[in-house]
């Protein structure tokens, strides 16, 4: 895995992170499934028909998936404002990843644009980087268009827009993310693509879905752009000790 990422990171100038997963559990503390069923209830008070199988939905984008495609732009906006404000609400208790940190910091020091692109909302994002001090090393932060489900990933516009914001080439340009709308976004944009498997079912699904690499932790990433700095550094003092 090492020498893989070391190979991939050669050809990389930029590095675009998924932001539940590789950077944070943004709902460890208020669950998922919790906001879901607050987004299914607010369906039902509203008294918007929803199929059985939306009530027992654990995934609050999924819920927001659905109410899109409804048509009704109206409780689609209700829905998007709540899952907006549950979203800044769970970073206020989100679980950083092991790693997560490191790889943003190694990445800037070897000199490498970091940009979140999320299906979370930009202000949750942009919410938890201020609080744990990293919004110096992060921009852009691309989140999911509002009230706009059908934008969110695996549609590759988000993930295209942030090379284009960055100026990079997509084939230099990296993904990673930790679910299946990741690797199939980042292919269509034609990034490279990391997923991150946190959990075992995801790596087969993952090598299967085309991903470049197949990691089970971010640490591995953290350590290969160490020593991308640790080999710049060396070939600097090389270079200043032949003048």
């Not at 980087?129 to 516009?157: D, W």
């Not at 080439?169 to 990296?174: C, D, N």
Request: proline residues 7%.
């Amino acid at each position: 895995m090492s020498a893989d990422l070391d190979r991939l990171f050669a050809d990389v100038d930029v590095i675009l992170l998924d932001f539940d997963g590789p950077v944070c559990g943004i709902f460890a503390g208020y669950p998922a499934h919790d906001v879901a069923a607050e987004l299914v209830e607010l369906l039902h008070q509203h008294r918007v028909e929803v199929p059985g199988s939306l009530a027992s939905e654990t995934d609050p984008l999924e819920v927001l998936r659905w109410t899109g495609s409804t048509g009704n732009q109206s409780i689609m906006r209700i829905v998007e404002d709540a899952l907006c404000e549950a979203e800044r609400r769970a970073v206020q208790t989100a679980a950083p990843t092991p790693y997560g940190r490191e790889v943003i910091v190694a990445a800037r020091q070897a000199g490498l644009p970091v940009a979140v692109v999320s299906n979370n909302s930009a202000g949750a994002v942009a919410a938890y980087l201020a609080a744990h001090r990293l919004t110096g090393h992060v921009t852009p932060v691309i989140g999911r268009a509002y009230a706009e489900p059908e934008r969110m990933k695996p549609n590759p516009e988000p993930i295209t827009r942030a090379v284009r914001m960055l100026g990079a080439a997509p084939g230099r340009s990296v993904l990673v993310g930790d679910s299946l709308s990741d690797i199939d976004g980042g292919k269509a944009a034609g990034v490279r693509v990391i997923g991150y498997a946190n959990r075992p079912p995801k790596v087969d699904a993952f090598r299967k879905a085309g991903a470049d690499v197949v990691i089970t932790s971010m640490g591995p990433i953290a350590e290969t752009l160490v020593r991308r700095c640790e080999q710049a550094d060396a070939q600097e003092s090389l270079g200043r000790g032949g003048r």
